[in-house]
């Protein structure tokens, strides 16, 4: 085996295709052997390294790992975790990608391997909410409650989430993977129910800027990753308001605060605004971050999740500090709204967000816009 393993390697740079590559690591593992896919990923990160590799090393590593992870079998998950743990490959990026290909393809009974044999913490750390958004009470599953409930892990940035699924998370849309490929469905764009539209003769007060730079940073925590690694726009702002704001005015007044995405609204182009249940602004802000923009695949589940929450928290305009309970009880109490114009602002292709959310004494309005094109 060392001997067809150090062949492939040597020979990878001169390939045109890597096809045949990936038949023979697939004959391998559909006859049991998944230690040989593993040991090729090491030996190909060994070899090649984790950073500017050449083409075909991250294609036929990312084929290794996604057949290892996604395939029926004990053995599978063991060696999907024996390859994304070994030291010649480890990195976070890594390990919430592998947590996601594995809480998507297996049940959490046959996942124990990665609390109780060797895993990073990060992965673990993913892994269990990666579960715990697919719905699995992981405090009642053994071989996972006992590390998921450890006190040793509240230092961890996920470990402020709760270890279960709110209601407002039952919708999140989780990518589908296969050995080729994977799926996600992409729920932007405003609501089509309960639209609301501009009133010509609404009495809107006045409003004054409150926006801060940690605030801004905060709401966009979602869609961060649009900007920073696509070619995404954001626009998080926050507006005090003189009176309180009839819920039914806020589209006129979404075009008195001279917003940049809504540039040109009404005038040339129609504004787009319904009433969106919190949920649906939930399943927005978690798809944003955990699938990413255009030329980006963001932040998967786990951390998708907590971005989610603190872009939620930050538009709610919930306390410092609040736990995702209290979180949750504020962001209730708000009106939440999204919106949508066909402005130059938007890229208009598949990539869009608008929210627009009330608070509960109707004096304060947060917005938040992103787009991303291709």
């Excluded at 963001?298 to 971005?307: F, H, I, N, Q």
Aim: proline share 5%; charged share 20%; net charge negative.
């Amino acid at each position: 085996m060392a001997d067809e393993i150090q062949k492939i390697v040597t020979g990878l740079p001169d390939l045109k295709s890597v096809t045949d590559v990936w038949a023979v690591v697939d004959g391998r593992v559909a006859q049991g052997d998944a230690a040989f896919a593993a040991d090729l990923g090491i030996a190909l990160a060994r070899t090649y390294g984790t950073g500017e590799q050449i083409w075909q090393q991250r294609s036929v590593f990312d084929h290794l790992l996604r057949l290892l992870a996604t395939t029926a079998g004990p053995e599978n998950v063991t060696q999907a975790l024996r390859l994304a743990s070994s030291d010649e490959v480890t990195s976070r990026k890594l390990d919430r990608y592998t947590a996601s290909l594995l809480a998507s393809s297996h049940e959490a009974t046959d996942l124990v391997a990665a609390f109780t044999g060797r895993a990073s913490e990060e992965l673990r750390a993913c892994l269990v909410h990666e579960l715990v958004l697919r719905g699995v009470f992981v405090e009642d599953t053994p071989g996972i409650a006992g590390w998921a409930t450890s006190p040793h892990w509240s230092h961890h940035p996920l470990g402020r989430l709760p270890l279960t699924r709110s209601d407002v998370e039952g919708h999140a849309d989780l990518p589908s993977y296969s050995i080729r490929g994977s799926s996600h469905a992409m729920p932007y764009g405003p609501s089509e129910s309960r639209e609301l539209t501009v009133i010509a003769d609404a009495r809107i007060p006045s409003a004054e800027e409150t926006t801060t730079q940690p605030a801004a940073e905060a709401m966009g925590r979602a869609v961060a990753n649009w900007s920073e690694e696509s070619n995404g726009r954001i626009e998080a702002r926050v507006f005090g308001l003189a009176e309180p704001l009839d819920a039914e005015s806020v589209p006129t007044a979404l075009l008195t605060l001279g917003l940049e995405c809504l540039q040109g609204a009404a005038k040339k182009v129609p504004l787009s605004v319904a009433v969106s249940p919190l949920s649906e602004a939930w399943r927005v802000l978690f798809a944003a971050a955990s699938t990413g923009g255009a030329y980006n695949s963001g932040s998967y589940g786990a951390y998708g999740r907590l971005a989610a929450w603190q872009s939620m928290a930050a538009l709610a305009g919930s306390p410092d500090g609040s736990i995702v309970a209290e979180v949750e009880a504020h962001a209730l109490d708000c009106l939440w709204h999204s919106f949508g114009a066909d402005t130059k602002w938007f890229d208009q292709v598949a990539w869009d967000v608008g929210l627009a959310v009330l608070s509960p004494d109707r004096r304060r309005l947060a917005v938040l816009a992103a787009t991303d094109t291709d």
